[in-house]
């Protein structure tokens, strides 16, 4: 029986080394094989430090709420859009908001993107008060639409159209 492994073992090898892969056959044969039984169930079972416990903060339901979705207007009172995304750079730093802008139920709407800086957040817990935005209707109106993959032009507080850069 011992024959027909060493055959087999050897064909093996010579297919593995016909086709540049190295042949570990033979190292097979003599390793040990894997510890199992009590030993090493013991030694998985070895006992854990308990994890830290996380880090609490408690907010005030009076001091938070979230934006997504929530109406932006001018500070003139005009319809601006409604937040339906929030931008982050690589460290995680909010850098911007989408405001999904223009259009009649959702039709002939498109996509801008202002710096984060240009909002203004007032009374942001009542969710019937809208979010204030530090530009004119003229400024947003020629604003580039915000397309996913491509490359993003944040509209800041200036009004000026710069492209937000990150290093690769």
Do not use: C
């Amino acid at each position: 029986m011992r024959s027909g492994l060493k055959i087999t073992t050897a064909f093996l090898m010579w297919g593995a080394i016909s086709a540049g892969v190295p042949a570990v056959a033979d190292e097979a044969e003599k390793a040990p094989a894997p510890a199992s039984g009590p030993a090493a169930k013991a030694a998985t079972d070895a006992p854990k430090e308990p994890a830290p416990p996380p880090s609490v903060t408690v907010i005030g339901a009076a001091d938070a709420r979230g934006i997504l979705g929530r109406d932006v207007r001018s500070t003139a009172g005009e319809n601006m859009g409604r937040i339906v995304d929030v931008i982050v750079d690589r460290a995680g730093t909010v850098r911007a908001a989408v405001i999904d802008f223009g259009g009649f139920l959702g039709v002939g709407s498109r996509k801008i993107v202002v710096d984060w800086s240009a909002l203004h957040f007032g009374q942001v817990t009542n969710k019937k008060e809208s979010i204030t935005l530090e530009l004119t209707l003229e400024q947003v109106k020629a604003a580039p639409e915000y397309k996913e993959d491509a490359q993003i032009v944040v509209l800041g507080a200036s009004g000026t159209l710069q492209p937000l850069q990150f290093d690769h």
